[in-house]
């Protein structure tokens, strides 16, 4: 199966800006893919943040936002926060009925 | 309020058979395809199977299929996996999850809290 790539690690500043993507080990990520985006803390289950590339799921802050960028989907939060400092995983749809979670970015906010 | 709660994790042994049971509520259970997640200790989230809503279509991550079944009871709002011929490598904590819509090509949406299956002799 094709692999899913995320950054394994990332850092942002409180009330700055970071863009975590999501690609493919081969080709490019289109909206096809329905991409989607789940945080997830320690323990807890994930929880869906963006569905189908950028539509944000109820409760979910404008601060996140999905897009496609270049050949890749991307989360982008804006104005970091503290509780913002989790685990963030895509998943992209391969085709007859085959979801493929990426690795995960484990977001850091210092 | 949607609530997913999984059940029937326990301790297995290698090669052997287990069948997780995921009860729901909260929701039209019949209007929404299903899913099966995974979660290795430490390690990140790994999609499993997926059924339709009327459970005509089901897939398979290549690493279960074959050995691996899911199905689900509208009549009852349950969802299950049996896992025979299980490994090391199966010892997870399973979410069971639904989808936004009833189409496979749906993603999974809201998440239960997991049930444990460890693997091991």
């Known amino acids: 199966q094709t692999v899913v790539t995320q950054e394994p690690s990332f850092s942002v500043s409180p009330g700055g800006t970071v863009t975590l993507t999501c690609g493919l080990s081969?080709?490019?990520?289109?909206?096809?893919?329905?991409p989607s985006w789940y945080q997830q803390t320690p323990g807890q289950a994930p929880r869906t943040l963006i569905y189908?590339?950028?539509t944000r799921s109820s409760g979910v802050p404008d601060r996140f936002s999905g897009s496609i960028l270049g050949n890749k989907a991307a989360l982008t939060i804006t104005g970091a926060q503290a509780d913002d400092e989790s685990d963030y995983y895509c998943?992209?749809?391969?085709?007859?009925?085959?979801?493929?979670f990426g690795g995960g970015t484990k977001l850091t906010v210092l | 309020e949607v609530q997913l709660v999984e059940s029937g994790g326990v301790v297995a042994q290698p090669g052997g058979s287990l069948r997780l049971s995921c009860a729901a509520s909260?929701?039209?259970?019949?209007?929404?395809?299903m899913h099966w997640v995974r979660q290795a200790p430490g390690k990140g989230l790994e999609w499993v199977s997926l059924?339709?809503?009327?459970?005509?279509?089901?897939s398979y991550a290549d690493s279960v299929k074959g050995r691996f079944t899911i199905s689900r009871d509208n009549s009852k709002n349950s969802l299950y996996l049996q896992m025979n011929s299980l490994r090391a490598e199966d010892t997870a904590l399973y979410y069971c999850?639904?989808?936004?819509?009833?189409?496979?090509?749906?993603?999974?949406?809201?998440w239960g809290q997991g049930t444990l299956v460890t693997v091991s002799s």
């Open positions: 998943v992209l749809y391969m085709g007859s009925g085959i979801w493929v």
């Open positions: 189908n590339t950028n």
């Open positions: 999850a639904k989808s936004r819509t009833s189409s496979v090509n749906s993603q999974p949406d809201y």
């Open positions: 081969s080709g490019s990520v289109s909206t096809s893919y329905y």
């Open positions: 059924i339709s809503w009327g459970g005509g279509s089901t």
């Open positions: 909260g929701f039209t259970f019949a209007d929404c395809a």
